[in-house]
């Protein structure tokens, strides 16, 4: 053999990789698949807390937006709910705003958030337009 056979033995030799087992890779696999699960599920939680605060955010902003429109137009404007989503429950209606801007009725507007575990009720105040926001934890 030639000195240059002998050396390439010897780092063959000298640098053994030790692998996982495949049961040490299916135990890795199922801890992982498990782990990721577990998270996953919590996840979802997650998003759906956060789209009901959205909707929310989004209906005190429209309710504002459409006052500000009838009031800066003086014409009369009418202000519809969004449609109901798995996140947020209520019954539709629809909220009128005077030439001032103004509400004239006493509507009580009630959503309800399955996933955050709360009823947010928005009483209107006649003839300001403006509400009383009440939130109660279930």
């Known amino acids: 053999m030639t000195p240059i ?12 990789i030790r692998a996982f087992t495949l049961l040490e890779s299916l135990l890795v696999l199922a801890i992982s ?4 699960l577990l998270f996953a599920g919590g996840g979802m939680t997650v998003v759906h807390t956060v ?3 959205l909707f929310l ?4 902003n429209d309710y504002k937006s459409a006052q500000i429109q009838a009031e800066s137009t003086h014409q009369m404007k009418a ?9 947020v429950r209520f019954s539709g209606t629809t909220i ?8 004239s009725s006493l509507k009580k507007l009630v959503f ?3 996933y955050v575990h709360q009823t947010v ?5 006649m003839g300001s337009g403006k509400y009383r926001k009440t939130v109660l934890h279930e």
């Open 51 to 53: 789209r009901s605060i």
């Open 33 to 36: 698949s498990f782990l990721l």
């Open 112 to 114: 309800t958030l399955p």
């Open 57 to 60: 955010a989004q209906f005190e």
């Open 121 to 125: 009720s928005y009483q209107l105040e």
């Open 5 to 16: 056979m002998l050396r390439t033995q010897e780092r063959v030799v000298k640098s053994t």
């Open 79 to 87: 202000f519809t709910l969004p449609k109901e989503t798995d996140e």
């Open 96 to 103: 009128t705003f005077d030439a001032q801007g103004n509400n």
